[in-house]
């Protein structure tokens, strides 16, 4: 059984930092490409960050400079070090797994961690 669980939100000032954490099971972590999405109230799900499983990063344009994507696979875990957040930044951060292979895709989602940026 594949399961994704975040870690590491909560509630933080403007300026603040939070460090989110995805520990994967069931799955050949190495393999994997690991991203971040978030979804604010009322607008769609978008990519913050990915990692592929050679080590490639992508951020999207809003989080360049401020948010960093890891990964250890010796501890089947991706990271998000998130700093200088603002209050935009307020949403449910999902850690997404997949895989790409002879024309199939497989796509394992977290539940969900909850980051309210407010003073």
């Known amino acids: 059984q594949v399961q994704l669980v975040e870690s590491g939100g909560g509630l933080v000032q403007p300026g603040g930092s939070l460090r989110l954490s995805c520990a994967a099971s069931?799955?050949?972590?190495?393999?994997?490409?690991m991203d971040w999405y978030r979804q604010a109230p009322e607008k769609q799900r978008e990519l913050v960050a990915a990692i592929s499983s050679i080590g490639s990063i992508n951020y999207a344009d809003s989080v360049k400079g401020r948010f960093t994507i890891s990964r250890d696979n010796a501890k089947n875990t991706v990271y998000l070090q998130m700093n200088s957040l603002k209050p935009e930044d307020t949403a449910v951060y999902y850690c997404n797994a997949e895989y790409r292979n002879r024309g199939r895709t497989y796509s394992y989602w977290g539940q969900g961690t909850q980051v309210t940026v407010s003073s």
């Open positions: 069931g799955i050949r972590f190495s393999i994997y490409a």
